[in-house]
C-alpha cells in the first residue's frame, strides 16, 4: 500500500498501486503551497474591457461547498475582470448538472466527488479544481439506528451518483455490510431532512448544510455515522468545475479566465469564511446560523496552496479514480490527463497573478 505522503515528495509519481487503502491522511491534505498574494478589492482589478464579453450559464449546489467560490467571485467581481457574465443555476446533484450540460441547457457545472465516475467514464471533463470536500455524511435518529451495524434492513436515502453514496458505501463496508443488506431509497437531498425528520427513512447520506438542519432538530439523538474526514486516510474528494469535452476543446481561452476569477475567488474564501457564508445565506435562503455552521465543510486553504501545483492536483483524481474501481463503479483505469484539464488550470493560474 503506496503512501501519498511519498507522492507529496515526489509529486510527479502516479500513485501506482493506491489499493483505496493506505494513503496517509495529511498527504491528501496538504500541497506544495505556492504563496499566492492576497488577491485586491474588484474596484482595484483590470478591466473586463480587455476581453471578448462572454455570458456562461454555471451550474451549482445549495450547499457552501459547491457554490462557495461560484459566488464569491460574482460578489468580488472576479468575473467582471475577465469580461465574464455569470448566469448561475440552481441543482441537487452532480449527475443532473451533467446531464443539464448534455442537453445545452448548462455551459459549466461546479460537481462534488460522486459525479467524477461521469468525468472519467467521458461525458465532462474537469477544467479547475475547487477544493477537497468534507460536507458529506451519513446520519441518523440514534433512537431508531445506534450503530452502523444496525443499518442492516433499514430505509435509508441516498441520492446515487453523488459523493455522499460514496461515504454510505464506505459506512457499509466498515459494518461488514454492503448496499444489498439495506433498503436505499433514492431521493433528491433536498428531501431527506424532512423525510428523516418525520420516520420515513431510518438514515440519510447527505451532506451540509442538511447535516446542520438536522442535528438543530434531532439534538441528543443525532448520530453521525461516517463523514469524508473519516476516510480521508483511503481517498481524496475532490470537487470541480466541469465542461463537456467538446466545449473544453473550443473554449479553453474562456475556461482559463473562468479559472483565474475562481482562483481570486478561493484566496477571497480562504480569508473571510463567515463573511462568505453569510453572503450565500443570502443567495441560497438558507438561515444564516446553519450556513455559518456548515464552515467546516472545506479544505479552503488547501484549495489556494494547489494552485499552480497540478501535479498534486493530479494525485487527488488518481486517489479519486482508485476508489471508484474499488467499488466497482468505474471497470477501467483511465489516465487521469485524459480528463483533468492540468493546461487550462496552469493558464488560469498566470492570468490570476497578472
Known sequence: MSNLNEFMLS????LAGLGGVGLAAAGLAGCSGNETPAQGSAGSAASGGDYEPVTLRVAYMPNLGSASSLFTAIDQGYFDEYGITVEPAQFQGGPAE???MQSGDIDIAQIGHGAHSLCIGGDAVVFAFDQLSQADAVVCDKSKVASAEELAGKTVGVSSGTSSEIILQFVLRDAGLTMDDINPIEMDVSGMTTALLSGQIDAAATWSPNTV???EQLGDNYLVLGTNTDYSDEVAFPSSFVCLPDYAEENAEVLARFGAAID????YRAENIEEVAKLLSSELDVPEETMVAATGEGDWQGAVDCQGDTDT???YYTAQQQVFLDNGTVEAEV???????TDIMEEAYTLSQE
Do not use: H
Open 11 to 14: 509529486r510527479r509519481s502516479v
Open 98 to 100: 451533467i446531464t443539464a
Open 213 to 215: 438542519t438536522i442535528e
Open 264 to 267: 481570486k475567488a478561493q484566496q
Open 313 to 315: 492536483i493530479l494525485g
Open 335 to 341: 489516465p487521469v490527463e485524459d480528463y483533468v484539464k
